[in-house]
C-alpha cells in the first residue's frame, strides 16, 4: 500500500490531513476520497490471495476510513501520514483475517512498518465515537454490526443469535458499514 499511497505525495496527503483536522470539510473528502481507492485496492490484492472477494475489500474499506475517523485525534502532524494510514488498513486485514480464520502468514505484508503501542484512552474515545454512530442505525442493522464486526461473531452465529438469516445479516451489515460511512463523513462537514 505504501507504493500505491506513494504515487499520490505524502506531503499532499498529509497536507490534506492536517486541514481536515482543523476543520476543513472539502479537503477532508478529497483525503476520503483519494484514500479509497488507495485502500480498495490494497485490501482487493491481499484478500485476492487467499480466495476472498470485493464484497470484503469494500466492507475493510469502510472500516478502515471509519478507524481513521475516529483514531483520528491520534495522529501527530509532525510525522508522516501514509505509515499512520498503512497501520490502521494493516490492522482491519489482520482483524478480518482472524475472523475469517485466516492467519497474516497467509498474506504477505511487505514492508510492514512498525507499529507504536495504542493509546488506551484513545482507543476508549473511539469505541464512545463508534457508539454514539451505531446509535443513529436502525436496531437490526446496528446489532448485526455489533454481532460480526465488533464482537466478532461469525455470520452464521451471528444470524443463529438474532434469528435472521445469514443474507440477511451480510446485507444489514453492509448497508450499516455504508450508513456509517455516510454518517462520519456528514459529521465532518462544518
Known amino acids: 500500500m505504501n507504493e500505491q499511497i506513494a504515487s499520490s505525495s505524502e506531503s499532499e496527503l498529509q497536507s490534506l490531513m492536517i486541514a481536515a483536522i482543523r476543520g476543513d470539510a472539502v479537503a477532508y473528502r478529497t483525503l476520503l476520497h483519494r484514500l479509497s481507492g488507495h485502500l480498495r485496492a490494497y485490501f482487493k490484492g491481499r484478500l485476492s490471495r487467499v480466495g476472498r472477494g470485493p464484497a470484503e475489500a469494500e466492507d475493510l474499506v469502510q472500516e478502515a476510513l471509519i478507524a481513521m475517523h475516529t483514531r483520528r485525534h491520534t495522529y501527530d502532524p509532525a510525522k508522516p501520514f501514509t505509515p499512520w494510514v498503512y497501520a490502521i488498513a494493516r490492522y482491519k486485514l489482520i482483524d478480518h483475517l482472524r475472523r475469517m480464520k485466516l492467519s497474516s502468514s497467509d498474506i504477505s505484508i511487505e514492508d510492514a512498518p512498525e507499529i507504536v503501542a495504542r493509546d488506551d484512552r484513545a482507543s476508549v474515545e473511539s469505541s464512545l465515537d463508534l457508539q454514539k454512530l451505531l446509535m443513529r442505525l436502525p436496531a437490526k442493522m446496528r446489532q448485526a454490526i455489533q454481532d460480526v464486526k465488533v464482537d466478532e461473531l461469525s455470520v452464521n452465529e451471528a444470524a443463529t443469535r438474532s434469528g435472521m438469516s445469514e443474507s440477511a445479516i451480510k ?13 462520519v463523513q456528514r459529521r465532518s462537514k462544518p
Request: hydrophobic share 55%; net charge positive.
Open 171 to 183: 446485507m444489514s451489515v453492509h448497508r450499516g458499514l455504508k450508513a456509517l460511512a455516510e454518517l
